[in-house]
């Protein structure tokens, strides 16, 4: 007989980008928020209708008796949240927040039982999120609560990882790296062609095949261009037309340098 | 009644990874390719028999009176190929070349009819190319040939640009940022990663959901991220990881730099 699924009484604490996907995937997935919370009462009530849930806006209307309180709330947000929180709530309960930018230990001094449950993707609420190919990483500081995370993600993703506050930190900067920085650089090149009055739309299919090739291929065995090859005209000719935009000279001059240096 | 379509007889100078797929969806559509020259006889052999076109591996093997000559050469080769070929070829012969990074121009001194043919995308020959959603760029020094590229390049793809020499390089600028450095981006994500153990699968979703947010919103609008936030502590424990990773700490502050300055 197949075993019956695991069914906290969760509280569901920020409706934003993340709240709203991870409150919605959960309760598709059949699990129960009992209440969503959100300063924003608007906020609070478009998931809480959703999800068949209850909205409040107010901190000491959270019920103490809940499981799981999710944290779903800004980096800047989490302690002030987590210190108003713990005197009113059971201390069985297992309190963890959803951030790739902090520690969970920053609950500790709050819960004995405290963790992080991370979806590792950027979100919106105004584009659908397909969880199932959404890499969740949990943690707990106690190996039941870490079972329970991990039975609950595995609902939810068909990847999994058990990260602690460390390697989180260190995925947390390689993220910044592969989507801000590459998202800048993206920029950079709309603005150059901008300039020229040349529709970006033209690098696009570039850019999907450039991420295409690193699904199968590490980037390393990918590199291309200019830099690797010591094309040193080009890269003057590059440089010459780039003195229009001095900042993307610059940027254009040390990236060049990292790769020639990385694949000496 | 439909307009027959242009049927130009072709020479495909080139059997690498752009002549290749240039080749064969020219094949594809109902195009002859009289011969196709590689000074590796294999790759010319392999190409031939795939598109029932005939291989040489000689220039002076070249026929004199097909309508167009392809060059898909490396950069280096385009100048050294245009004058072996031009003694041979006849003066109404129009002479394109495929490249990126080089202009039109360098064919003048050789032929009277001369331009360029270039799909903006990066090939290898062990991946299949959809070219009905691959940007072609096409630009020839005389109208009438202009309107021919144009009539071929519009049955391989739904986008077909003219664009000059000027523009070309300016587009080639562009690439660079958004292939060659975002993949070397991509490396540095996935180095870091490495040296923890920690799989580079867990970015993978998140790289895939950057680019496709760029598919329909400005790069700049998508920006995230400490540096935009001014998210300074964040910064910081990043700075100080990277101590482990001098040079990447160094792209990690201009970047950083660069996002602060353009969203300022």
Same mark, same amino acid.
Not at 17 to 22: A, K, M, P, S, T
Not at 105 to 108: G, I, M, R, S
Not at 227 to 232: K, L, Q, W, Y
């Given at each position: 007989m197949p075993k019956r699924p695991y069914r906290p009484k969760i509280v569901l604490i920020g409706a934003g980008?993340?709240?709203?996907?991870?409150g919605s995937v959960l309760a598709e997935k059949g699990h129960h928020i009992v209440q969503v919370f959100s300063r924003t009462k608007k906020k609070a009530n478009r998931l809480a209708k959703m999800i068949s849930s209850k909205a409040v806006n107010k901190l000491d209307q959270i019920i103490p008796y809940a499981d799981w309180y999710i944290l779903a709330v800004s980096d800047q947000a989490i302690v002030d949240v987590a210190s108003k929180l713990h005197p009113k709530i059971q201390k069985q309960a297992l309190v963890v927040h959803t951030s790739g930018a902090t520690p969970g230990?920053?609950?500790?001094p709050y819960f004995p039982h405290y963790g992080n449950f991370y979806p590792l993707q950027t979100f919106s609420i105004a584009k659908p $999120?397909?969880?199932h190919s959404i890499p969740i990483c949990i943690y707990a500081n106690r190996q039941p609560s870490r079972n329970k995370l991990t039975q609950v993600a595995k609902e939810l993703s068909s990847k999994v990882y058990t990260i602690d506050d460390q390697q989180r930190a260190i995925l947390h900067v390689a993220a910044v790296f592969v989507n801000n920085f590459t998202n800048h650089i993206f920029h950079v090149g709309e603005s150059i062609l901008e300039k020229?009055?040349?529709?970006?739309?033209?690098?696009?299919?570039?850019?999907?095949e450039t991420v295409a090739k690193i699904q199968e291929h590490s980037a390393q065995s990918m590199q291309t261009g200019p $830099?690797?090859?010591?094309?040193?005209n080009t890269i003057q000719q590059h440089l010459e037309y780039l003195n229009k935009h001095p900042a993307f000279k610059t940027l254009y001059?040390?990236?060049t340098q990292s790769i020639q240096k990385t694949n000496r």
């Open positions: 980008n993340v709240g709203f996907h991870l230990k920053v609950l500790q $999120a397909d969880f020229e009055n040349i529709p970006f739309d033209l690098l696009k299919p570039l850019i999907q $830099a690797i090859r010591g094309d040193e001059m040390l990236l």
